[in-house]
């Protein structure tokens, strides 16, 4: 079956300007995550979906940042007023069980933020 | 602060020599580790978990909580081996919220 995919795949965006970043989950994964992962660094918790419930969001670096998954499937990740700090690969990765630490989060091939 | 540390960024061996790539770990209660690698032009995955103590593609990693590491071991490097390798971390309290090491680079050299 399909597994996580994430559109756009690559975004160019201009300081200030605002970017949504979308993920669509493995069909009936509960839970569903989003990572920042910076240039030669691992990826880093921004937030945590389980179904439509964001349960936890202390990573996420600013106010500038929102993420939402309103059905409990897909969720976007919005970035208001781009800064160039935003530059970074966004990942998105899902699990079939609330949490992930029982069950393998699989991941997506994450969006390029580029901010010029 | 709950930290997974990978002291190496690079790492290169010639095929057929052992491998070890170095995981360590400031947690406190019982963390649950994990190895993930991204091939080239792959997306992120999960290679093997301390839980289950299993090896996959020749690799294992022991959890040693004296040392608090989780290095991860292969005896006879492949070049299909070569790859990002990612250390993470639950922490004790946590089911969800998932702590990378910044990443090693393993190439291995024909």
């Known amino acids: 079956g399909a597994g996580v995919s994430q559109s756009p795949r690559y975004k160019v965006a201009k300081r200030g300007q605002d970017v949504a970043l979308r993920c669509d989950p493995i069909s009936g994964h509960v839970s569903l995550f989003w990572y920042q992962q910076a240039l030669g660094q691992g990826p880093e918790f921004l937030t945590y979906?389980?179904?439509?419930?964001?349960?936890?969001k202390s990573g996420l670096p600013s106010d500038r940042f929102f993420a939402e998954r309103p059905e409990g499937s897909v969720s976007t990740l919005k970035i208001q007023r781009t800064q160039q700090e935003d530059s970074a690969v966004y990942l998105c990765?899902?699990?079939?069980?609330?949490?992930?630490?029982?069950?393998?989060?699989?991941f997506g091939p994450g969006t390029r933020l580029t901010v010029l | 602060a709950q930290r997974v540390t990978q002291p190496e960024k690079l790492l290169s061996v010639f095929k057929g020599a052992p491998v070890e790539l170095k995981c360590n770990y400031s947690?406190?209660?019982?963390?649950?580790l994990f190895w993930y690698v991204q091939y080239s032009r792959q997306r992120l995955q999960l290679l093997l978990r301390?839980?289950s103590r299993e090896s996959i593609k020749g690799f294992t990693a022991d959890l040693n909580k004296g040392e608090t590491s989780f290095h991860l071991k292969k005896p006879f490097a492949q070049e299909e081996d070569s790859a990002m390798y990612y250390c993470?971390?639950?922490?004790?309290?946590?089911?969800?919220?998932?702590?990378f090491g910044k990443g090693t680079l393993l190439t291995v050299n024909p």
């Open positions: 990765a899902s699990s079939s069980s609330a949490g992930g630490r029982y069950n393998e989060q699989f």
């Open positions: 979906f389980q179904n439509e419930a964001q349960l936890d």
């Open positions: 993470a971390a639950y922490s004790g309290g946590s089911n969800y919220k998932l702590t």
């Open positions: 301390h839980i």
């Open positions: 947690y406190s209660g019982s963390p649950e």
